[in-house]
């Protein structure tokens, strides 16, 4: 039976790009950390969230990658910091109800996208200065008397969805928004692609440039609002990931990395709080963004 | 076949063309040259649809360019410019590929048809060694084959190139000529493009252009190549030659001393 199951596993992973012995290694790890979270931390809900998360984290990934050609993950790109300030600053000025604030985020994202493009390239001055805005303005929230407590602040950078009640529901949001995306982008590949690579060759498809730069701007922000109200700051080095790994693994194999980093920092939010995990998982991301600029954009600028 | 009809264009109180009008038939190659701001990318421009004049018209086939919808003229017209692709992670097939975007059916995959024009270009232009490689990793001379082979890969009945032989070696040069002779053997297609090189133009068009301050000054084939026209509309003297294959005027500058 063992035998049998071994000779299919190999036999299906054989032509895919996908290396056998790694998937299981990872699996097995990915495996263990989420039991481990989900009967000592966070239950099956919220397990099932943190994953939906992931998957449209890996997407927004995939899509800065080949749409925006972007060299910054959403924490150094300041793209991470202006998602938790809004969502903050709806909770305590309009609503706690997560599917409106992911609507409205969703919106806000896409305009500010839209008006200012700064979230879209190397240069680390712009993201940096729009941190320690989040870190001023949070810092000014938590001593404030805002009616937000410090939990929930805590609670926000690590997944506002989590303390909302709905973490089902609004798992099965994040996978919808997901679907939606991959739906989107798969029948308008070769457009989206002529956009990436500037006005005159996009210019061959005949549709006006507004509507690319809608699309794109809609489906990135509908995917950074699931993954800032799932998991908050506990990603942020999956582009890198995906940048150094993707001559030599599968994206099944970086899907699985993701997903492991990001339950290792749940585990990590359970002993040490979320706000010490928030530092690791910023300090991680651009001490990634470094070793990347300086090792392996020179290769591909 | 290809009409262009009156047309006018100005721009901050300054015309930048001005009444042009032109044919171009069916299995020619028209060579467009003249002095820098002479207007001969603006003119590519408007024919490709891309900027649109103060007055005239294009007619291609006997429709008004502008009442044809956009994904239309983009199988009928093709402009290979200067610009270079900015998402450099792409692999040059996966690129060359996008150009046949304008023929794809909406929820559609590409035709096997489109596979098999991409795989014959990537032959023709010598690209089989960087068929895998990605754009951020390609020379700036194979870069440049690419982006001309995209624009002959549409296989539009219009094909516009502004300088096309800008940064290409002598071979791809000679390449470039046969493949541009080999789009319109069958007759049915057009290339126009624009260069500064009077060289290169006088040997590869059939048919040359002379535009001059908006206008279209000379039209005829080769032989109107000749030093007084140079002196007219270049300020430079040079002396010319026949190419003793083909007969076509060279032209040499004279030495310094």
Known sequence: MIAEVKHLYMRACTGTGVNPHYTVILTVLLGFAVAGNSLFYTGGADTLLYCAGILNYFLFVFFKYRYRCSVSDYIPSGEGAIAIITVVLLNILITENIFLVFLLTVLILSLINGLIRIFDDDRLFSGLVINITLLATLVYIAHAHSGISHARLGNILTGAAHISGHALSFAAVCFISALLVIFVTSVLEPELALYSHGRSFFSITGIPPKYAHMTVNLAGAALLAAVILSTGLLAGTGLYIYYMLRQRASLLEMLLIMLLYTQVMVMLTAFAGPVPAVYICVAASYIMHTIYIFRWSDRHA | ?257
């Open chain 2, 1 to 257: 076949m290809l009409e262009i009809m009156n047309i006018s264009l100005s721009r901050s109180g300054s015309t930048l063309l001005r009444n042009v009008c032109a044919t171009f038939n069916d299995g020619e190659i028209i060579g467009i040259a003249g002095r820098p701001g002479a207007g001969k990318s603006l003119l590519l421009g408007i024919i490709a649809g891309l900027v649109k004049p103060g007055m005239g018209q294009v007619i291609i086939n006997g429709n008004p360019m502008d009442k044809t919808a956009g994904r239309k003229r983009r199988t009928l017209v093709s402009l290979t410019g200067d610009a270079f692709p900015e998402n450099r992670h792409d692999r040059v097939k996966d690129f060359l590929l996008l150009s046949r975007a304008p023929h794809r059916r909406i929820f559609r995959a590409f035709a096997e048809n489109d596979l098999d024009t991409v795989d014959m270009y990537i032959e023709l232009f010598n690209l089989s060694g960087y068929r895998d490689c990605i754009l951020g990793d390609l020379p700036g001379s194979v870069l440049q084959r690419v982006v001309t082979a995209f624009g002959f890969i549409r296989e539009a009945h219009l094909l516009l190139m502004d300088e096309p032989q800008k940064s290409l070696d002598i071979a791809s040069v000679r390449m470039l000529c046969k493949i541009m002779s080999r789009y319109v053997i069958n007759g049915k297609r057009i290339i126009a493009f624009c260069s500064n090189d009077l060289n290169f133009i006088s040997q590869t068009a059939d048919r040359i252009l002379i535009m001059h301050g908006g206008s279209i000054v000379e039209d005829g084939g080769p032989e109107i190549i000749s030093t007084e026209l140079v002196s007219k509309y270049f300020n430079t003297d040079v002396f010319l030659s026949r190419n003793i294959y083909n007969g076509r005027p060279e032209i040499h500058f004279f030495p310094e001393n």
